[in-house]
């Protein structure tokens, strides 16, 4: 049972779209929600978290929108670049991240020039 | 500081043989964890350990071993290599900060069983 699902797969968006990235989950003992960015060759690395304790987010051009009530959260990249094409994962744990995280399968995100 | 860092880089093992993952940080952290990496499957988690002497399972655990001497190194062990443990293995490493773990991940090691 995936206990995280990440949508879409894939995206291509134009240079300066807003890229958006959708994660449902299912338990809600999971306290904390973290995105993370993975470029070919290399380990993820934290991009933005948000507790459920607030509904929105933002650090730079990333948002982390979230609705408890729906179990749903998604990363919104505003003014998107060549440089944020990269695979992107949600992620959820409850304890804070303590017991180990459970991640969405991934996105694969193409920004054109 | 070095962050976390795994070796070796690339592996590649026969069925059967045995070999062990290596995983070190310099951040001081606590709590080291283990994932796999499969190809649209995203990761998940293998082992986690909260501290020295401390170890748990994760989602996927079998067939692999951890212990934790010390705070600085978390390696992970097979014991018997198949052609399902083919992977890419990533270490990472976390400490409590306002509130939640933030995870900081190495460079992962790609693994190939024949």
């Known amino acids: 049972q995936q206990q995280v699902k990440q949508s879409p797969q894939s995206l291509i968006v134009q240079k300066g779209g807003i890229s958006i990235i959708n994660c449902a989950y299912e338990n809600t003992a999971f306290d904390y929600f973290p995105w993370y960015q993975q470029f070919p060759g290399k380990g993820p690395a934290l991009l933005i978290a948000?507790?459920?304790?607030?509904s929105e987010k933002k650090e730079g051009r990333f948002t982390i929108s979230f609705n408890k009530s729906a179990k749903q959260f998604s990363l919104h990249i505003m003014d998107s670049q060549p440089g944020d094409s990269a695979t992107y994962f949600c992620a959820a744990s409850e304890g804070g991240g303590a017991d180990g995280l459970t991640f969405g399968k991934g996105t694969h995100l193409i920004i054109q020039p | 500081n070095a962050g976390v860092t795994q070796t070796p880089k690339f592996q590649v093992l026969k069925t059967g043989q045995s070999m062990t993952l290596q995983c070190a940080q310099d951040m001081n952290h606590e709590y080291m964890s283990w994932y796999r990496q499969d190809p649209g499957m995203g990761l998940r988690l293998i082992h986690y350990s909260v501290g020295a002497g401390i170890t748990d399972q994760g989602e996927v655990p079998n067939g692999y071993n951890v212990s934790r001497s010390t705070t600085e190194d978390f390696p992970l062990r097979l014991l018997s290599a198949a052609p399902s443990q083919t992977s890419v293995y990533f270490c990472?490493?976390?400490?409590?900060?306002?509130?939640?773990?933030?995870?900081?991940f190495g460079p992962g090691t790609r693994l190939t069983v024949t």
């Open positions: 990472a490493s976390s400490f409590p900060g306002l509130g939640y773990y933030e995870q900081y």
């Open positions: 948000i507790r459920p304790d607030v």
